[in-house]
């Protein structure tokens, strides 16, 4: 399996395609995955504010 179909596996398993942890924060992968592919960028490349709008502070 290439890591194309790992990702997609993985991301298979969150519905909404949101991944979340116990803590403060929660991350879109799915959207942030989408944006870094449609603009040609890596996570790695994005601002402060391109990545809060992927980022969402649990209430």
Do not use: H, T, W
Request: aromatic share 12%; net charge negative; with cysteine.
């Amino acid at each position: 399996m290439d890591l194309k179909e790992q990702i997609k596996q993985f991301e298979d398993g969150f519905d909404d395609g949101v991944y979340a942890v116990p803590g403060e924060y929660k991350v879109k992968v799915r959207a942030l995955y989408e944006y870094c592919k449609k603009n040609n960028l890596s996570p790695n490349d994005l601002s402060k504010e391109q990545l809060e709008k992927f980022v969402e502070k649990r209430s």
